[in-house]
Structures are given as C-alpha cells and as structure tokens.
C-alpha cells in the first residue's frame, strides 16, 4: 500500500464508485424502480464509502492517495463496514419496520455501528462541527432528565433512540436524505458535468464581453458569471473557483484593491445560493417539507434572489465610482458574437432544463435527467462537427469526450459528499428534536423572544449565521427550520402577523447562506482570499457588507408575503400572486428599495453622502419593500397600499436632488 503503483491502483477504485454511484442516480428516473428507503440507503452507502475511499481520517488538508500513503486499510475496511451496515437495513427492511419498537440485539448492534460511522464520515467530509451537534443533541436525549428543569427532557431508552434515528424513516432515512437521493444529486451532477464541459468559462467570457466596456466592469461581469454558473452549481466555494480563478485576477488588474475584487466575488457566489433553480438543495428540501409543487418554491424565492443580484450589481458600480473605476482596456474585451458562437450550446442543456420544469411540467428528477442526456449529446454532436471540419479525428474527439463526461460523473459524485452526509447527519439531529424535545426548544427560544416576532427573527438570524460557520448551508437550513420555523408559524396563527410557511423556511436558509462568508470562519471568503492574496479576515468582512443588503431581504418578506408573490385573501390566508404585471410592480419596487438601502450602507449615491441623507434612504427603502406599513401606521385601506410606492420614490428622490445639487 505504500508503494507507487499502490497509489495509482487506488485511482481505479475510486473513479469505480465515484461513476457507479452517478450511473445508479441517472438510471432511478427512467430505468430502475425501487422504493425510496432502498433509494436512500443505496444513496447513502455509496456517499460513506467514498468518503472512506478519499477522504483520511485527518481531513481534506492531509494528503491521502499520495504514493506514500495510498488507501489505508482501515479506510478500507470502514468503506466495507459501511456497505454492510447499510445493506442490512436495505435487506430486512420489512421486518425491521414490524419489530421497529422492539428492535432485535443485531438491529442494535448494527445500528451503534452505523450511527458512529456516519459520524466520522461527516466529520471527514464537512468538518467537526455538524457531528458534534448530533453528539450533543443525542447526549441530551439520553441525559436531560439530570439537566435543571427549565430544559429538562424525560430521556429516552437506547431502544427508543435507535427505534427513531435509525430504525424509521424520522431520521437518519428521513426527508433531508429522500431529497438527497432522488433529486439533489442529478442537479449537482448536472453543474459538474456543464462545467467540465468548459461552461464556467463560457459565462465567464459572456459576461466580460457584454459588461467590460462599462465602468467597473470587471466587478459587473463577475456578479453576472457568478449568478449564470449559481444557477447550477449550488455550492458558494464551487462558485468561487469556478468564477473567482478569472474575475478577481482580472479586477485586480484594472485597478480593485485585493479585498475588494475577493469579497465581490465572495458575495456574488455565496448568493449563488440563492439562485433557483437548485438554491443549495434547499429548494427541493422546502418543496418536501412543505409538501408544495417543487415549482411554486422557486416561483417564490424568484423575487428575493434577483433583488439581491441586482443590488450587488448596483454595489459594483458605486465602488467604480468611489475609485474612480473605468472600463475595461479593449485588448480584455472578449468580441461577443464569437464566444456565442463557440459556447451557445452550453445554453442549450440550460434552456431544456429550464423547459422541462416550467412548460412541460416534468418531475425535478427527469428535468434534470433530460438536461444530462441533452449535454451528453451536444458534446457528442460537437466532437462530430469538429471531426468534420478537420480539426480532429472522429477517434480522438470521442476519447476526448468521454473522458470529459467521466470526469463530470466523477467530479458530480464527489461535489455530493457533503450534501448526502449533511442530509443524513442531520436527521439525528431532526429525529431527536421530534422525540419531544422541539416542544420544549420552542418554549425556551420564545422565552427568549419574549413571544414576539421581531426578536424572534433576530434570534433566528444569529443562530443561523453561528452554525452556519461551521456547517453546510443545507444542514444548517434543517436544524434551524425544525427548531424555529414551527415558533414562528406559532406566532403566525395568533394573528399578529400573518407569516407564510415558504417566507419562515427561507428565512432560515437566506441567513444559512450568509454564514459562508461571515468573520471569522467564512469559507468563502477564505477561498477568494487565496485567489485574490488578501487578508481573508477583511476580505470576509468586506463580504459580509456587501450581504447587509441580502440579510435585510427576508426580514421584508417575512412582513411582506407579496415579495415571495403570496398574497393575503378575504378569509386571512395566503393565496399566490399569478399577475405578472403585479409582480413586475412588486419586483421593479423591491430593487429600488435594495438600491436605497445599499445607498445607506455604502455610505454614496451619486457622490458620499451626508449623515442626515440617510435616514431618507433608509425611509424609502423600507416603503419600497413594504409599502403596507403605511397603511397599518395610518389605518388606512389595504388596497391603498400600492398608491404608497410614490412615497418611498419621492424620499428617494429627494436625496438625488440633495446629492445633486451639492456636486
């Protein structure tokens, strides 16, 4: 194991589970019928032996696989015990559902062991933090009856504990892992196959072209690639590579100190995110929780992800105006009918996609199977017309093709681990919080609310950005949705402010989200700061300014349900808005409303501002996001509410003319 044809032997091992696992999930929408626990447990084997088979006991900074180390054997030997712990719930399913109260020794057994396993495969492939939450929360499953009674719990039997997490569909199986299986992964293994394609690049080079010859075009063009490649990618440190290796070097150039070309691309990838149609998985998760049509979800995170863009859009060209930014030199400005012409048909996979979710109305999964298959035949058609035109043998294009497709397959299968691992590690956390301990969280964090709801929302906020520095963003989402999400829906029925379900779960996952590039641990941020070479501290809190504009977004929508385009009804429920020329009025407001306040915080509009100008920005932005808080200041009419919009315009407008006639 120690020599170096030990280390290239082990590359074939792994490049074997990495396509077997990508091959089982292409085949599951239109091939192979199986139930969905056997689904997830397939999904999950093959995440935990992969992470085994890559992954050292000492984390992604040791080196495993170098030709002195190659695979341990108690790696192996990990990889093998996972396989057969999993196996065996797959295999005696039915009968451990009919004995799931009175679980056998070996059920025990097998469950201890699976249990730990998944523990150490998630500390290996997301780090410590999100195990140690499970640790804590099992630890107090068993022991909260020895706790002070403010947050006692009665415990539970180890019976009971594996009967709940392992031995049911509540937890480890749970609905964080359905998603997992059945949709998430094949979006995931669509962003890595279109980028091994070379589809980062293409957006990168579409975006220069149409947006370098303005000023502060560099910072404008990596905003727009970052938001084209978060459509698919769903990962904010994925987006950062991907994007950040050409725009922060190219920002740099044109003159953008070191902090600030990291931290708008810092920004711009962790909103990412925020982007439907795959939001970090988070879209799916909600969909599955809320039991809604996977598509009313992303109709509803639409408006709030673009208005975030477009503000960070406005962030670029302000810093261009603080420093004096110009365009681009022409010799940087890629022409843009050639690179179309080169990449459109990495558009092509996009707009099935797109197709096949909105007009054909097709399941997630067979959306993005579809779209798969459509790539997969581009890059054949493109191999055969460049055979054609004599710029490479047909033999040749295809080696080269394949071997494109194969590193797609693999790169999807790896980009997986940590969503399959988070997934399932954080359904101990979701199974012993529906044990009965949710009641009583509920109790102590709306004790800390004092029951009221903007506290709440804070408390909230706080909580996600802390765990989020240590855990994925979709774990992260699921631990604070089960917590806060039924608080907040508490508060909601008691009709003191009417909250829809969808605006709570994104609440949770816009501050998720944030976590990746806040001080002192966003990852983000200490990704761009090694492209960019600054300081990865203040990069992050760069960053995390340029956000303030993305964190004020759900505390409007929480208020403001028509930003997720619901609307409240007659009989006091929600009902969705299907006028488009109501939510373009919504949205058009929303966005002026985002430029008002990024004005406030950035402290310059069309020159730095007074003290006294920004309370007027900050006037107009909050009646641009919720005009309504005029009408229930006042008493007046809900209908009335639009007529409000030229308010907010009009204090807008009075800090221009203010700015203006000072310049």
Request: charged share 10%; with cysteine.
């Amino acid at each position: 194991m120690s020599s170096t044809g030990d280390h290239k032997s082990h590359r074939p091992t792994v490049a074997v589970v990495a396509i077997g696992w990508a091959l089982f999930q292409l085949s599951l929408p239109r091939f192979i019928i199986l139930d969905s626990t056997t689904i997830r447990a397939v999904h999950l084997a093959f995440a935990m032996t992969l992470v085994f088979l890559t992954i050292p006991a000492g984390g992604r900074k040791y080196r495993q696989g170098s030709p002195e180390t190659g695979i341990l054997p108690s790696n192996c030997v990990f990889a093998v015990v996972a396989c057969l712990c999993v196996s065996y719930f797959v295999i005696d399913w039915t009968g451990i559902l009919m004995r799931a109260a009175n679980p056998l020794p070996r059920d025990i057994v097998i469950g201890v062991i699976l249990i730990l396993l998944l523990l150490e495969a998630s500390r290996r492939a997301i780090g410590p933090a999100l195990p140690i939450i499970a640790i804590v929360f099992t630890l107090y499953a068993f022991f909260g009856s020895h706790l002070p009674l403010a947050v006692a719990f009665r415990g539970v039997s180890l019976r009971r504990y594996l009967s709940q997490i392992v031995l049911s569909t509540e937890g480890i199986f749970g609905i964080p892992l359905r998603v997992s299986a059945n949709t998430v992964f094949l979006f995931v293994l669509f962003g890595s196959m279109l980028e091994k394609a070379g589809a980062g690049r293409f957006f990168n080079n579409l975006a220069i072209s149409l947006l370098g010859r303005f000023k502060g075009g560099a910072a404008k063009a990596a905003v727009v690639s970052s938001g084209l490649t978060g459509l698919v990618s769903g990962s904010s440190i994925a987006n950062v590579v991907t994007t950040g290796t050409f725009t922060i070097p190219l920002m740099k150039k044109v003159g953008y100190p070191a902090k600030i070309a990291a931290a708008t691309e810092v920004a711009a990838s962790t909103n990412g995110q925020l982007m439907p149609p795959i939001m970090g998985a988070a879209a799916f998760i909600i969909a599955e929780y809320l039991g809604m049509d996977y598509r009313d979800v992303i109709k509803a995170a639409a408006i709030p992800a673009l208005v975030s863009y477009f503000a960070l859009f406005y962030i670029a060209h302000i810093e261009a105006s603080k420093l004096g930014m110009k365009a681009l030199p022409k010799a940087d400005i890629p022409e843009v009918l050639p690179i179309l012409k080169n990449g459109f048909h990495y558009l092509l996979p996009l707009l099935v996609l797109i197709y096949e979710l909105i007009i054909a109305r097709h399941s997630p999964n067979l959306a993005a199977f579809n779209a798969i298959v459509v790539l997969v035949i581009v890059e054949l058609t493109r191999c055969i017309i460049q055979a054609a035109r004599g710029k490479d043998s047909i033999g040749n294009g295809l080696i080269t093709t394949i071997a494109t497709i194969t590193r797609g397959l693999i790169a999807g299968s790896k980009n997986m681990l940590s969503v399959a691992l988070a997934t399932a590690t954080a359904g101990i956390i979701v199974g012993v919080v529906f044990m009965g301990i949710s009641s009583m969280l509920v109790d102590i964090v709306a004790g800390l609310s004092f029951g009221s709801v903007i506290p709440l929302l804070l408390i909230t906020a706080v909580a996600s950005l802390i765990l989020g520095m240590g855990l994925p963003t979709t774990a992260t989402y699921i631990v604070m949705a089960s917590i806060t999400v039924p608080l907040i829906a508490t508060l909601s029925s008691t009709g003191a402010v009417l909250i829809p379900a969808i605006a709570a779960h994104l609440f949770c996952f816009y501050f998720g989200i944030l976590a990746d590039d806040t001080p002192p641990v966003g990852l983000a941020a200490y990704t761009a700061a090694a492209i960019a070479k600054s300081d990865p501290i203040q990069t992050g809190i760069q960053g995390f300014i340029y956000d303030l504009r993305t964190a004020v977004i759900p505390f409007m929508f929480i208020f403001n349900a028509e930003l997720v385009l619901l609307r409240i009804g007659p009989d006091l429920e929600f009902h969705q808005i299907n006028s488009w020329s109501q939510a373009m009025l919504i949205f058009t407001m929303a966005v002026i409303g985002a430029f008002a306040f990024t004005n406030a915080v950035q402290g310059w509009f069309i020159m730095k501002n007074k003290w006294y100008e920004i309370p007027l920005f900050l006037i107009a932005s909050l009646i641009l996001f919720y005009p309504a808080i005029i009408t229930k200041t006042f008493h007046l009419d809900y209908a009335l509410r639009y007529y409000c919009y030229p308010i907010g315009l009009a204090f807008y407008a009075a800090a221009y003319v203010m700015q203006r006639i000072r310049l």
